[in-house]
């Protein structure tokens, strides 16, 4: 099993930056990638940025070059740097891990709410 804790959310005007961090515990050594989904009100969860262990990155094409995707593999945390905020960032955030055993394993926090007023 691996846990997920994130934090970092919270209230900020558009343009403005947060950054998200996520630790994860738990059977952690054979995590693969690490990544980053958001939910907004009635719309589906979508991803917005993967790294793996080795450190490749992908992007939804509406975050790219503002979001930044970053991992710490001593630590088990993988954070994302959020610049030049946009209303339509406003969402759960949601931190999501994968790992392969036996099978595909997925896992995903708890969420945390970033808000960006216009």
């Known amino acids: 099993q691996v846990q997920l804790v994130e934090s970092g959310g919270g209230l900020v005007q558009a343009g403005g930056s947060l950054r998200l961090s996520c630790a994860a515990s738990g059977n952690i050594f054979s995590i693969n990638a690490m990544g980053w989904y958001r939910e907004a009100p009635g719309k589906q969860r979508e991803l917005v940025a993967t790294?793996?262990?080795?450190?490749?990155?992908n992007y939804a094409d509406s975050v790219k070059g503002r979001f930044t995707i970053s991992r710490d593999n001593a630590k088990s945390v993988v954070s994302l740097q959020m610049n030049s905020l946009k209303p339509e960032d406003t969402a759960v955030y949601y931190c999501?891990?994968?790992?392969?055993?036996?099978?595909?394993?997925?896992?995903w926090g708890q969420g945390t709410q970033v808000t960006v007023s216009s």
């Open positions: 999501n891990a994968v790992r392969y055993g036996s099978g595909r394993f997925e896992y």
């Open positions: 790294i793996t262990r080795g450190g490749s990155t």
